[in-house]
């Protein structure tokens, strides 16, 4: 029985490719955190803790790109919206580490700060549970996949697609960025959850514990990584693709797509919540502002960078656009907008494959980064 | 200020024939025949020994103490002349000195020349040492309901009504008498209403029955939210369900009929209000979809930068005002009349610009306009902030918008706003008109329905787009300078209009200009009528939710379409 599992599973990747695979995994989850701990700081080999935490950033921003590539590079729909499916996951995260600091805030209270502040008596019903790590996590998975699923029904069932589907989205997150800015709502209004102290018992402000969410992060990387190449490889990622490039002849032969698109789609809304969930106790902080319109935009021009249908390509555009971002938010920030600018008109106009369809084309045939096109 | 008048002596008595009487009921009910006698009595003595009170009174008001300026106040109340008018209304906006020889003047705007208080004389004050008398809110409580008495004779129905209106706000006893004489001569029909309205809201604690009932009906024929709180404590009672407030059965019946009343008013004028918010909201979003309409509607092509093109043409209208007021300050009231064809031209050059350049290497491809077009918006805001700052601008109302025009009581519809709507019907009638009437508009309906064909014929496909983007992008900068009359101009002004104009588009139905119209007004309004119920941003959330539900219904929007971007 496992047999053939094994050899499906062997399958999603050439020689080539499971080895690069694994290098590069080895590296990412192995490789930084020995060379943050073994060599002395002042080396050249030494990696900062500081940069530790921007990678870690990074691969979240990396996963949130792996599913926006499923959705987008995959299956054609162009999702504005995944910057709230991100922020639900960490809502979820901060709600529990809000809820793991009871009576430690500064009114040394059993509710969070912001409910002592608005005279809030008692914990509102849908704080309850995410004392438990576990529960917070199913949340942080569970309501983005909710959400999704509802939303995805109705609009793909009416056949909303293309900008259409784009537009309503996107209506979405100014929705939901609106409701989560109100006090009333009861996660903290404008300023969102903060001053976060430990996770599972380790102090956040432990150099440790931040290089243990790092690998963890890595790690959860790598998984999804595997998961969403399983996916693409898989006869249902042939079905995603056929719908991209001719949603009508998928229906004539036999297919309903609104099952197909629900899953994927759903799928890759609990890929961001993961993605928000692991981002949060890194970053101490989560707010409405996550849920900006312009946020979830930014997200899509990460994959269009890389390489639209390439996973390889979301990845890299991820690390490359934040990289430059991180770069240029520094040492010229008012320049940063310019050049973001540029990026979406420069990728649109003369790089529609990205960076990895770029260098596809001098090194043809290139094994472990071919999608299925 | 009112200009400084003296009052003819004849004039002068006549408040104080009325003062008398009121001061003395007991006289009045002893002998009415002793009670002429003595006000003919008072009416002669009265104008030597009034004369020097008013001077007395009116020294007082420069006092340091502040316990003299009250008393001198209520000295001048009582009075009722008007003479004492200017220096109470300088009192009032801190325009009241006192030289060295304790003379009390009234500072002329300038701050040159003073007046004499007391006689009338002009006194050129540059350089003498002048104290101005210190007031508190508990003299200005004081001071308020004394001017407006007072102003209730003046000559300006303007004047007169404003007074009226002061006292419905702080209706005070002991004016009483002073209205009723106003009212036996004022001619005027508004301020008639508020003088009554203002007797009413005095007599309603009067301890006569009959009085109070004429007082509450009176009451009930406003649709002030001040008389309504007035009017349900008549109803008060306890717990064991006793009426505390008001003794009269029939007395409470009148008032909660006119309780009723005032209820069916203040709803009307909320359905009214709500309306016109509505439909000038409605407006708004119709101004920034209309170019939306043309752009995604007809050419199919996704600009996410066209809130971008609302903010050009905002700052346009800033860059136009400012040229008017620098080079035409004396046309600068209608600077606004430059500043539309100025901001249509700029954003449709801008528009015309970005479609030569940029979108047509992306029809075809629509999400990727989409994200190109946001890159373009990214660089037009930063730009815009680079130049003029990342702080809001200031777009002052011309004259002729500022201000409004009360059509109910509690509702005052405001110029501006009234003033887009009829923008947008011009706008509507341009595009209309461009459409339906021009050689470009038809070249336009022939490439929407059937590009290849209009090709064939000789229609020049490709100019025609870029014709048309420029018209959808210029009815942008139209709502743009329509925008800086109400509200912020900064660079992030379209950002805020960009997914409501596209919902608008969604839920007319992409295609139509008719959509386009329909969808505006259905949001605005609806808009406007949840929001006191919901709050603005659930109002939103249950809009989408709605809008979401109704593409289920009819995935079209409002109005079909028929053309290229109908899936065929």
């Given at each position: 029985m496992m047999g053939p599992w094994l050899d499906r599973l062997a399958a999603m990747h050439s020689r080539r490719g499971w080895l690069t695979t694994a290098l590069v995994g080895a590296i990412g989850v192995i490789g930084v955190p020995a060379l943050n701990i073994v060599?002395?700081?002042?080396?050249?080999?030494h990696i900062p803790d500081y940069v530790v935490m921007l990678l870690g950033k990074f691969l979240c921003y990396a996963m949130v790109a792996l599913a926006m590539d499923l959705i987008w590079?995959?299956?054609g729909i162009l999702s504005l919206g995944h910057g709230v499916f991100f922020a639900l996951g960490g809502y979820a995260m901060g709600m529990h580490l809000m809820r793991a600091m009871a009576g430690e805030g500064v009114y040394r209270s059993q509710l969070p700060d912001f409910m002592v502040f608005l005279d809030w008596k008692e914990l509102p019903?849908?704080?309850?549970?995410?004392?438990?790590f576990w529960f917070a996590m199913i949340m942080a998975l569970a309501v983005p996949a909710l959400l999704a699923y509802v939303f995805g029904y109705f609009a793909f069932r009416s056949r909303i697609k293309g900008v259409y589907f784009s537009i309503i989205t996107q209506a979405m997150t100014y929705a939901l960025m609106l409701l989560f800015f109100r006090?009333?709502?009861?996660?903290?209004?404008?300023?969102?959850?903060?001053?976060f102290k430990r996770i599972l018992g380790f102090s956040l402000q432990d150099p440790a514990t931040k290089l243990g969410l790092y690998i963890v992060t890595a790690v959860c990387l790598l998984l999804t990584y595997l998961l969403c190449r399983y996916v693409v490889t898989s006869k249902l990622g042939r079905v995603l693709a056929a719908i991209r490039d001719a949603e009508s002849r998928v229906m004539f032969s036999g297919y309903n797509p609104l099952h197909y698109k629900l899953f994927v789609w759903t799928l890759s809304a609990v890929l961001c919540g993961l993605a928000g969930a692991l981002y949060v106790p890194q970053i101490g902080i989560i707010n409405?502002?996550?849920?900006q319109p312009a946020g979830s935009i930014e997200m899509a021009i990460w994959v269009a960078v890389g390489g639209r249908g390439t996973l390889v390509g979301a990845l890299t555009g991820a690390m490359l656009v934040n990289g430059i971002k991180s770069w240029f938010t520094v040492v010229f920030p008012e320049l940063w907008l310019y050049v973001l600018g540029a990026l979406f008109i420069g990728v649109t106009l003369?790089?529609?494959?990205?960076v990895v369809g770029f260098l596809q084309r001098f090194s043809k045939g290139g094994g472990s980064c071919t999608s299925n096109r | 200020m009112t200009p400084f008048r003296r009052l003819p002596p004849s004039r002068r008595e006549a408040p104080e024939t009325d003062l008398t009487q009121r001061t003395m009921p007991s006289i009045k009910v002893a002998s009415l025949g002793l009670a002429a006698l003595i006000v003919s009595l008072a009416c002669l003595a009265g104008t030597p020994a009034r004369a020097t009170g008013l001077e007395e009174a009116l020294r007082g008001?420069?006092?340091?103490?502040r316990k003299t300026i009250l008393r001198s106040i209520k000295d001048l109340g009582r009075a009722g002349?008007?003479?004492a008018l200017p220096a109470l209304e300088a009192l009032r906006d801190r325009k009241l000195r006192v030289d060295e020889q304790d003379r009390v003047l009234i500072l002329a705007d300038d701050g040159t020349l003073a007046r004499d208080?007391?006689?009338g004389e002009e006194v050129p004050v540059a350089g003498q040492r002048l104290r101005s008398p210190v007031i508190n809110n508990r003299i200005r409580r004081t001071l308020l309901p004394v001017i407006a008495r007072l102003q209730l004779?003046?000559?300006?129905p303007g004047v007169r009504l404003a007074a009226a209106k002061e006292m419905v706000k702080r209706p005070r006893s002991g004016a009483a008498g002073a209205i009723r004489s106003a009212l036996e001569t004022e001619r005027d029909g508004k301020v008639r209403q508020a003088l009554r309205l203002a007797l009413a809201l005095i007599e309603i604690?009067?301890?006569d029955p009959v009085r109070r009932i004429s007082a509450v009906r009176t009451l009930g024929a406003s649709a002030n939210a001040n008389v309504r709180a007035r009017l349900a404590r008549m109803l008060q009672t306890n717990e064991s369900g006793?009426?505390?407030?008001?003794?009269?059965p029939e007395v409470r019946a009148a008032a909660a009929e006119a309780l009723r009343s005032i209820d069916r008013r203040l709803a009307l004028v909320s359905l009214a209000r709500n309306l016109f918010y509505g439909v000038s909201l409605g407006s708004v979003l119709l101004l920034a979809a209309l170019g939306l309409a043309i752009t995604?509607?007809?050419?199919g092509v996704i600009n996410m930068a066209h809130g971008e093109m609302l903010m050009l043409g905002a700052y346009a209208t800033f860059l136009t005002q400012n040229l008017f007021r620098s080079y035409l300050p004396e046309w600068f009231d209608w600077y606004l009349v430059a500043a539309v064809p100025v901001a249509f031209g700029v954003s449709a050059v801008m528009g015309m610009v970005l479609e030569r350049c940029i979108l047509r290497h992306l029809y075809g491809r629509p999400l990727e306009t989409l994200l190109a077009t946001w890159g373009i918006s990214l660089l037009l805001i930063q730009t815009v902030r680079l130049a003029f700052g990342a702080q809001n601008v200031e777009v002052a109302n011309p004259a002729w918008l500022s201000g409004g025009a009360e059509?109910?009581?509690?509702f005052v519809l405001t110029y501006n706003r009234a003033a887009i709507v009829l923008f947008v019907f011009f706008a509507v009638a341009l595009v209309w008109v461009l459409l339906r009437r021009t050689p470009l508009g038809l070249r336009v309906r022939a490439v929407t329905q059937n590009r290849s064909m209009a090709a064939c014929m000789g229609v020049p496909v490709s100019r025609v787009d870029m014709w048309t983007f420029g018209l959808g992008s210029g009815i942008a900068g139209l709502g743009g300078v329509a925008l800086s009359q109400i509200g912020n101009v900064g660079p992030e002004l379209g950002q805020a209009y960009i997914v409501d104009s596209f919902m608008v588009v969604v839920l007319g139905g992409v295609g139509k200009i008719a959509g386009a119209v329909w969808g505006a007004l259905c949001l605005g309004v609806v808009n406007k009528f949840l929001e006191p119920y919901t709050g603005a941003v659930l109002g939103k959330i249950l809009v989408l939710v709605f809008i979401i539900l109704f593409i289920q219904k009819r995935?079209?929007?409002?109005f079909a379409l028929k053309g290229r971007t109908a899936e065929g």
């Open positions: 060599p002395p700081p002042d080396t050249w080999l590079g995959f299956t019903w849908f704080w309850y549970g995410f004392d438990r006090n009333e709502t009861g996660f903290g209004g404008n300023n969102g959850l903060t001053d409405p502002s996550e849920m003369f790089f529609p494959r990205g | 008001l420069g006092s340091k103490s002349d008007p003479a208080a007391l006689t004779s003046s000559p300006d604690d009067s301890p006793e009426f505390t407030a008001e003794p009269d995604f509607g007809l050419m059509v109910m009581q509690g995935p079209q929007g409002m």
